[in-house]
């Protein structure tokens, strides 16, 4: 069976060749297109590079940890901890939230989300929801 997809340019065939124009091209069930990496991040939300005190929480395992960086769509927080599995449901509560004086405060972010990536010490967890507590 034939699929008519639609291609941006921004991808390569399965075979690595370079699909240099947008094209409505037939393709083969089972081919796959790898994303080529546009400009310098793919990423859809701005990261800020906030270091704050945080910590991941796996049920009742706690893992101490400093952020590296936030955006709306999650965080990477660097800490030490065991293979974490791809996909797995965590929380992570980032302590001392810096208020609108720019002092820290007693109020805490806590993330609810799951691992996107795991690798030498640091984890990548996408937010699914979040909110502020009183620490």
Known sequence: MVKRMTTPAAYRHGNGSLIESRTDSAVEDGSVFIPKKVGSDRR???RFPIELSA?????????PGT???????????????DSLKIGRRVKVKVTNWPNSSGTN??????IDGAVVRDSNGYVAVRRTRYEFVED
């Not at 960086?69 to 990477?76: E, F, Q, T, V």
């Not at 405060?105 to 806590?110: F, G, K, T, Y």
């Open 44 to 46: 859809m939300t701005q």
């Open 105 to 110: 405060s007693e109020i805490a972010l806590v």
């Open 55 to 63: 910590e991941l929480c796996i049920r009742a395992i706690r893992i």
């Open 67 to 81: 952020t590296v960086n936030i955006s709306s769509g999650g965080l990477l927080i660097k800490c030490s901890h």
